[in-house]
């Protein structure tokens, strides 16, 4: 399956923003997905993700929404009450093992997207 990461780019602090990720190629309904976001100098951080029938989810906080839209192929990032810390480059995974189960650990994910970067002016 191949990510598309969109809708980075600049926020206010305390302002919303979604991130979209499209995928392709094989189907999207058999995949488990999760967000990451890595900001300069730190490790890559897990902040949501869905399992492949978006029936159980996780967010690092309840500021983070995770979607995922199986007809149309995409996954949704909604962060609400943006901070500086949010900053960085927000990444979408996908997994195919063990679809139905949250994963916290990015080595567990098979495919990327190149990612989208988020900028939080305050």
């Known amino acids: 399956v191949q990510l598309v990461e969109s809708g980075g780019g600049l926020a206010q602090a305390g302002g919303s923003v979604t991130l979209s990720c499209s995928a392709s190629?094989?189907?999207?309904?058999?995949?488990?997905m999760g967000w990451f976001r890595q900001a300069p100098g730190k490790a890559r951080e897990l902040v949501a993700a869905?399992?492949?029938?978006?029936g159980s989810t996780y967010y690092l906080e309840d500021r983070f929404t995770v979607s995922k839209d199986n007809a149309e192929g995409t996954l949704f990032l909604r962060i609400n009450d943006l901070r500086p810390e949010d900053a960085g480059t927000y990444y979408c995974?996908?997994?195919?093992?063990?679809?139905?189960?949250?994963?916290?650990?990015?080595?567990?994910?098979?495919?990327w997207g190149q990612g989208t970067q988020v900028t939080v002016s305050s």
């Open positions: 190629g094989r189907a999207f309904s058999n995949y488990a």
């Open positions: 869905v399992t492949s029938d978006g």
């Open positions: 995974a996908a997994r195919a093992k063990y679809p139905n189960v949250v994963l916290y650990n990015n080595a567990e994910y098979d495919y």
